[in-house]
């Protein structure tokens, strides 16, 4: 069985871009509801790692409500209260592929905008080199081979509706600027790199 993971931070340590009010519901009600739900469609006993359950799910209920409850439980880790700055290494690829910071945050923002009802936006190491792409609904990284995950910020409109609106446009812009963990982004890298492991969910009780 699979449990909720907790947030790694107070319910207001993201405001104003992310208020509690949003978290409560975000992590509370709808990651929680993907979690019971699989825990539900899973057989007694079964104590696959879910990255195992999402690779092996195939299409459906499984796959959907497995998928969302990975992408929650990173999308909090990519977050941080605490505003940094990538890594000399990691800025150094970020120039390599967009021109600079400020390059990568108007792809992200527009590959974001641009996506088409309910997913994800991610960047992430795709052979070797930073992209940036984005994902449908349910759908993750995980179903790609040779991608890994740095950072990823939720277009679903429960993500953003109670503080911006539908102006997902203003919110992605604004979560880029203040709330990417990005010494958490860092030890992704690395991972892609063969430096470290990459992040994980945690393991079935």
């Known amino acids: 069985m699979f449990k909720l993971p907790d947030l790694p931070y107070a319910y207001e340590a993201l405001e104003p871009t992310i208020s509690a009010n949003t978290l409560h519901f975000h992590h509370d009600k709808h990651h929680a509801a993907y979690v019971n739900a699989l825990n539900g469609l899973l057989p007694e006993g079964d104590k696959r790692p879910l990255e195992a359950v999402i690779r092996e799910a195939g299409p459906g209920k499984v796959f959907n409500n497995a998928a969302q409850a990975w992408n929650h439980a990173f999308f909090w880790d990519c977050m941080s209260a605490d505003k940094a700055a990538p890594s000399a290494e990691l800025t150094a690829a970020i120039n390599e592929a967009f021109g600079d ?11 974001g905008v641009g996506h088409f009802g309910s997913g994800w936006v991610w960047l992430a190491v795709q ?7 984005s994902t449908h609904d349910a759908d993750d990284t995980l179903t790609k081979p040779g991608v890994t995950p740095l950072l990823v910020c939720d277009l679903w409109e429960h993500a953003y509706y109670l ?7 203003g ?33 079935p009780a």
Not at 101 to 111: D, H, N, S, T
Not at 127 to 133: D, H, R
Not at 163 to 169: E, L, M, P, W, Y
Not at 185 to 195: M, R, T, Y
């Open 163 to 169: 503080d911006h609106q539908n102006n997902r446009k």
């Open 101 to 111: 910071l400020a390059g990568l945050k108007e792809k992200f923002v527009a590959e």
């Open 127 to 133: 052979e070797g080199k930073l992209v940036v792409l």
């Open 171 to 203: 919110f992605l812009e604004a979560w880029f600027d203040v709330l990417p963990n990005w010494t958490f982004a860092d030890a992704q890298f690395a991972a892609a790199k063969g430096q470290g492991a990459a992040w994980t969910y945690p393991e």
